[in-house]
């Protein structure tokens, strides 16, 4: 496996440059946490302390303390993103425990997508979606600044349709 330079300086011109994701999408993801952990605890707390009696609102607590943890993992499967553009292909690496390295040749590209939902679109983020004539390649790079997503787009379709055109 080739590894790069992460910063994207004195990187030997046969070895990748890895890029990372926005910090963005840490933000979107912690918010949406926060929101479902504030939800689940509203409910394990209220539901059983009417039902079951007060001490039972404690459960409450669960909810929270599963978000405390996890709150950390999101950092740590932020910080595993990362792609990088090579002269024939394009790599996506990801994973904490078990990492993911995707290999999406250039010339395999049939359809390169970006995508924004509203949620995205409010904290200045897109998506990149490849698509290749077998789906277990398909591959996503989220938490993209827009700019960046529609330039990555527009360089991987041009790419593939010359790979695709034998150029």
Do not use: K
């Given at each position: 496996?080739?590894t790069g330079?992460?910063?994207?300086?004195?990187?030997?011109a046969?070895?990748?440059?890895?890029?990372?994701?926005?910090?963005?999408?840490?933000r979107?993801?912690?918010?949406?946490?926060a929101?479902?952990?504030?939800v689940?605890?509203?409910a394990?707390?209220?539901?059983p302390?009417?039902?079951?009696?007060?001490a039972?609102?404690a459960c409450?607590?669960?909810?929270?303390?599963?978000?405390?943890?996890?709150?950390?993992?999101?950092?740590?499967?932020?910080?595993?993103?990362?792609?990088?553009?090579?002269?024939?292909?394009?790599?996506?690496?990801?994973?904490?425990?078990?990492?993911?390295?995707?290999v999406?040749?250039?010339?395999?590209?049939?359809?390169v997508?970006?995508?924004?939902?509203?949620?995205?679109?409010?904290?200045?983020?897109?998506?990149?979606?490849?698509?290749?004539?077998?789906?277990?390649?398909?591959?996503?790079?989220?938490?993209l600044?827009?700019?960046?997503a529609?330039?990555?787009r527009?360089?991987l379709?041009?790419?593939g349709?010359?790979?695709?055109?034998?150029?």
């Amino acid at each position: 496996m080739e590894t790069g330079s992460l910063d994207g300086t004195g990187a030997p011109a046969d070895q990748p440059v890895w890029r990372r994701l926005e910090p963005g999408l840490l933000r979107v993801r912690r918010l949406l946490l926060a929101v479902w952990a504030g939800v689940f605890a509203v409910a394990a707390g209220l539901l059983p302390g009417l039902f079951a009696g007060p001490a039972w609102a404690a459960c409450a607590l669960l909810p929270l303390v599963c978000a405390a943890t996890c709150w950390r993992l999101l950092e740590r499967n932020w910080r595993s993103w990362r792609y990088a553009e090579r002269a024939d292909d394009l790599l996506i690496s990801r994973g904490v425990l078990w990492r993911e390295e995707t290999v999406v040749p250039y010339g395999r590209m049939q359809l390169v997508e970006v995508t924004s939902g509203p949620l995205e679109r409010r904290f200045g983020l897109a998506t990149v979606q490849l698509h290749t004539a077998a789906a277990a390649t398909d591959a996503t790079i989220p938490g993209l600044d827009p700019a960046e997503a529609e330039r990555l787009r527009d360089r991987l379709t041009e790419l593939g349709e010359a790979r695709s055109a034998g150029l």
